[in-house]
């Protein structure tokens, strides 16, 4: 009985440890969140607001429930629907154009890069002719005019970031207005 105690305990404790885990590694490849470094993802540039994060992250499409034509085809083809400002990639919608353009590379690990050129893009970002790939941090683009558009929504969104007002960030990264500040932003 006392065995199978400390074992209980044991897995309680090894659990709340798991919990209490930086995940940032996972979420860098992910567009993820790390609960506890309270700090997100996007094709490696950092977005410290839970608001400008909750934002941008994709979510899941109930293809069922979608009624404009346009979304539909969107989705299809991951693609961008301009009635509803709304981006499809991997049956994820994105309500940011922003987080559009960078939801639609692939995250590599970066053990798995092989090519010294992507290597050394991929720690900021750079266009690899020899590849004929784009890295933007850890997310590479194999079509360059995807890969231009991740560069200019990631300098979006580094700038968002640096606002100091919550709503201003949001506003900028999809092209909104900030009901705090009373002031509207495009591009
Ligand atoms: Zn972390
Ligand atoms: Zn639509
Ligand atoms: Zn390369
Ligand atoms: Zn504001």
Redesign the pocket.
Known sequence: MRTTLSVIAFLVAASATAYAQCTCDLAKVKNGWCTDCKVGYFDGAKVASKQLYGALEGKTVDAAALK?D??KE?RKKDGY?D??H?GYVHNKSYGSKIAYALAKGEAVAPAKITCDACKKNAADHGWCDGCKAGMVGPVMFKDKAAYDEAVKARAILVEAGKNKCDGCAVAMATDGKCDECKVSYKE
């Open positions: 404009c346009g979304c969107a629907c009635h509803c709304v």
